[in-house]
């Protein structure tokens, strides 16, 4: 399949499954989970990764959905709490992020990175009509691709702690939650200065980006499929 045509496809099914109903997402659930069936493990402990990642993001979905959506209360008995209309709401949003997070990396695991910037950069076409520069973003675009690379591999490296021999500071409690931020914070810092001393000495590279071409007249029919589908659940 045309790398421009599994973009297109991403943008329908992202937008149908944030904006539609129950049945878009359960229809979602199983458009998404069926490329993941026959394919390599990896593929799916990627998307667990990433699941794994934006745990904190849910949570405090979670928390806004539950706690501030007005309508009836989930145990009556409470003065203030968390409401029905927050649960189905929040689930629904949660759900909908879980499939889209799913689908970006089917995206980006099914698609090798010339592939996807040449995508990109056909997409971006009607932006050349109105004078704007869409190499220089499909440059931007590589960059980012391969400084999250490198953001990763310096974190999944990183010296844990004890391993560099240096004393925790004596002002830090061993357990609790000030611990933890502060570990937080101390691991932020070290990343982001390893991510600029790495940035200064790396000298400059060209970026080849592929020239890109048109999908196949055939292909159109996946989106047009794939939006009649969610159109047809209510979406």
């Not at 991510?195 to 999908?215: C, D, K, L």
Request: charged letters at 15%; proline letters at 9%; one cysteine or more.
């Amino acid at each position: 399949m045309h790398p421009a045509i599994k973009i297109i496809l991403f943008l329908i099914y992202g937008i149908a499954v944030a904006f539609g109903g129950v049945p878009s997402l359960l229809t979602g659930a199983v458009l998404v989970l069926i490329p993941y069936l026959p394919g390599p493990r990896e593929r799916l402990l990627s998307a667990l990764r990433m699941l794994r990642r934006m745990r904190w993001f849910f949570f405090s979905i979670a928390l806004v959905y539950l706690l501030f959506t007005p309508g009836r209360l989930l145990f009556s008995a409470w003065p203030w709490g968390p409401t029905v209309e927050g649960v189905i709401g929040g689930g629904q949003r949660i759900a909908s992020l879980v499939l889209i997070v799913f689908a970006v990396n089917l995206l980006l695991r099914t698609t090798p990175r010339p592939a996807l910037i040449s995508a990109i950069l056909w997409c971006l076409t009607p932006l050349s009509w109105v004078g704007l520069p869409r190499e220089r973003l499909a440059v931007r675009i590589a960059l980012t691709l391969d400084a999250v690379d490198s953001v990763q591999a310096i974190y999944r490296h990183r010296p844990r702690e004890g391993e560099r021999g240096e004393e925790p500071a004596a002002d830090i409690p061993p357990i609790g939650l000030k611990a933890r931020l502060w570990r937080i914070g101390a691991t932020a810092q070290r990343l982001v200065l390893a991510v600029i001393e790495q940035a200064e000495s790396i000298p400059a590279q060209a970026i080849e980006v592929p020239r890109p071409s048109s999908p196949p007249l055939a292909q159109w029919l996946y989106p047009l499929l794939l939006g009649a589908l969610f159109v047809a659940l209510g979406w």
